[in-house]
């Protein structure tokens, strides 16, 4: 709803009460305001709608949560017990700026990683992919030997390391797909031509065999990874996946149905057998689209490589209310350590807490400050208890799930954060963005 009909609830409301003061002033502010027009629409409502129109919106949500909240209880009930859990996890987080390389690059910096092995990888609008290694992290930041640098054709949007190889994935704003060898610094493959507009999102599958790439072409093209090793690899399209808005985010989990009692050893089992849910986010869709991938590793294959079948798709809705009103679109998600939830950064004043197992909404996290034009990325510390998102503030954001308060805002970055990592291997957190700064962030205080 718009902040002027809202004024206008809000008058007819203070003019029926008998609240004349209050009304007076709020007249006078819109008055005050020099736009004669809005004063019109705020005192219209008063005389030439029907009366009590806020408390009558009041009222029906006041009846949609509670029969929203009835249904959903016995499917929530077990994920909330299990995000409790977590509490008794470690009471640590990254909350210390540990280190930070100025001018990384000659322009803005839009991506990093960091690998478990202390390699920190960043890409940028100078076309660079740029890898440092470090050692010591997370309670030092020892750079060993200078940068290595790869040059792609056009800047870098993303990147990503491949789960078992030194490879990483890099986007370009050509809409093609690098594959750099981090032992060579080359790049190594490049993704067929196949979208037309920039790609902004890649993503390796847990088993590494398969890659994806998202565009603002509104499609997902997926593809094989076949003869890879630590300094070559050959990827073969396998498909493409339409959609009615342009892609944001996506990301692979292990497969995992509503009704199943799920574990963590049939998460386990089900990702050895290479089944997945790819989790995609679309702008201005209320929904997460959830689609099954079996990647086929069958000796008959060859040289082929590792087939990719698509199976069916279904749908989380964001919406508390499960309706169909698009009010915010899903920009950046991650799955949680356990693989039973997702965070999900929006362009809004919000992240949400989703559980997969019941495929709802369980709790939405406040304190960022995001809009239409922002790029906020998320991701899980190692416990699975904190939570971080970046602001337009230029802030990271930190939140305890258990409690879904802030307990912390890291600030450092001059300029707008563009990407965010965390490395569980290394207990630290790195950020990068337009001041040409990378950060990397550790518990180095007591909490």
């Not at 909404?361 to 406040?366: K, S």
Request: hydrophobic share 35%; with cysteine.
């Amino acid at each position: 709803m718009d902040r002027q009909r809202v004024r206008q609830l809000v008058y007819q409301y203070l003019v029926e009460e008998g609240l004349a003061l209050s009304a007076m002033a709020m007249k006078d502010e819109a008055e005050g305001s020099g736009d004669a027009s809005e004063e019109d629409s705020v005192t219209a409502l008063a005389t030439s709608a029907s009366s009590g129109q806020l408390l009558h919106l009041l009222d029906t949500y006041e009846h949609m949560v509670a029969a929203q909240k009835h249904s959903d209880e016995e499917a929530t009930k077990e994920s909330l017990t299990e995000m409790a859990a977590a509490e008794q996890q470690s009471p640590h987080y990254c909350n210390s700026e540990l280190d930070v390389f100025e001018d990384h690059h000659s322009g803005n910096i839009i991506a990093c990683c960091l690998t478990e092995d202390g390699q920190l990888v960043s890409g940028g609008a100078d076309r660079v992919v740029k890898t440092i290694k470090l050692t010591g992290l997370p309670d030092a930041s020892v750079p060993v030997g200078a940068p290595e640098e790869a040059i792609l054709r056009a800047p870098v949007l993303c990147v990503a390391k491949h789960p078992t190889l030194n490879l990483v994935a890099a986007g370009d704003m050509g809409g093609q797909c690098s594959v750099v060898s981090l032992e060579t610094n080359e790049v190594v493959c490049t993704s067929p031509k196949k979208h037309s507009k920039y790609l902004v999102r890649s993503q390796w599958s847990p088993c590494g065999t398969v890659l994806v790439t998202a565009s603002y072409d509104k499609t997902l093209n997926v593809y094989r990874c076949t003869k890879a090793t630590n300094a070559a690899c050959t990827l073969i399209h396998a498909t493409t996946l339409s959609f009615d808005g342009t892609v944001e985010c996506v990301c692979f989990c292990p497969t995992m149905q509503p009704s199943q009692q799920v574990d963590q050893g049939d998460e386990v089992t089900a990702q050895a057998n290479n089944q997945y849910e790819l989790v995609v986010g679309v702008r201005n869709d209320c929904r997460l689209h959830i689609i099954e991938l079996h990647v086929v590793t069958s000796p008959d294959i060859g040289d082929a490589g590792p087939g990719v079948a698509v199976g069916s798709t279904h749908f989380i809705n964001m919406n508390e209310l499960h309706d169909d009103y698009v009010s915010f679109s899903a920009m950046d998600v991650a799955l949680s350590p356990s693989g039973r939830f997702l965070l999900v950064a929006t362009d809004k004043h919000r992240v949400l807490l989703v559980s997969r197992r019941a495929r709802t909404l369980l709790a939405v996290l406040y304190g960022t400050t995001n809009d239409e034009y922002s790029n906020p990325r998320c991701c899980w510390d190692s416990s699975e208890r904190y939570a971080y998102a970046t602001s337009q503030s230029k802030e990271i954001i930190v939140w305890d799930t258990t409690t879904q308060q802030v307990v912390s805002r890291l600030s450092g970055h001059t300029g707008v954060i563009r990407d965010m990592a965390y490395s569980a291997a290394l207990n630290t957190l790195v950020s990068c963005g337009f001041d040409k700064s990378v950060r990397l962030w550790s518990h180095l205080d007591a909490i």
